[in-house]
């Protein structure tokens, strides 16, 4: 099993609907999650930080489930301007080493 | 903006040659570490350094090595480049060990010729 698997996709999804990306993760000491988003060609840049049961900021909401070890990303109302690749990342081993998902590749169509 | 910066943003090489990119970590950060970014494929952890010391490193052979000097800024030197060396290097600081926060610069992209 991969230490972070996620659904490469492509998810297209039309303006307005609800979107939710899970990811699965295999260090079951792993105490903190983070979503990242990656915009084409660009860096990635921290979305969300799931440090206990979940996390909401705005439109975006961030869920743990430590039994089943998969953290999901909700957002909400979809904008154009989500349209991104949305990156799980694991810490392990402390902070020495961070897993990276492959990312799930979000479109949102008009 | 992160005020992560990378030098050089792109550059070209033919196999078996040898380089030396550059990262300067946001300004009270004293942790960098370096990623390599193939296409289509997330950031592949390649190692941290602390204080000037190699913290931890991913899977990458020994021709792969880092520096980081007094003020925190870091190089990632690869040598006898391989066609698969060819990827977007990222480097990202944080404020201390205790934090996944991770500020990334915008990459250099290397293409192996």
């Known amino acids: 099993r991969k230490e972070v698997e996620q659904d490469p996709g492509p998810f297209n999804v039309p303006e307005g609907a609800t979107v939710a990306f899970n990811c699965t993760y295999s260090n079951s000491a792993s105490q903190s999650f983070f979503w990242y988003r990656q915009d084409c060609r660009k860096e990635p840049k921290l979305l969300m930080s799931v440090y206990s049961s979940g996390n909401e900021d705005g439109r975006f909401t961030a869920q743990l489930n430590r039994a089943s070890q998969y953290i999901s990303l909700l957002i909400r109302d979809s904008k154009l301007s989500d349209s991104a690749t949305y990156l799980c990342?694991?810490?392990?081993?402390?902070?020495?080493?961070?897993?990276f998902g492959i990312g799930t590749k979000l479109q949102v169509i008009p | 903006e992160t005020g992560v910066t990378q030098s050089p943003t792109h550059l070209i090489k033919t196999r078996g040659q040898q380089v030396t990119l550059r990262c300067s970590s946001q300004?009270?950060?004293?942790?960098v570490s370096w990623y390599q970014q193939a296409l289509g494929q997330g950031p592949q952890f390649i190692f941290q350094y602390y204080r000037e010391e190699e913290n931890g490193r991913g899977n990458f052979p020994p021709r792969f090595s880092g520096l980081q000097f007094p003020n925190y800024s870091s190089e990632l030197n690869v040598n006898a480049l391989e066609l698969d060396d060819s990827a977007l290097y990222l480097c990202?600081?944080?404020?201390?060990?205790?934090?996944?926060?991770?500020?990334f610069g915008e990459g250099s992209r290397l293409t192996v010729l």
């Open positions: 990202a600081s944080t404020k201390a060990l205790d934090t996944g926060e991770l500020f």
């Open positions: 300004s009270g950060h004293n942790t």
């Open positions: 990342v694991v810490p392990s081993g402390g902070y020495q080493k961070v897993t």
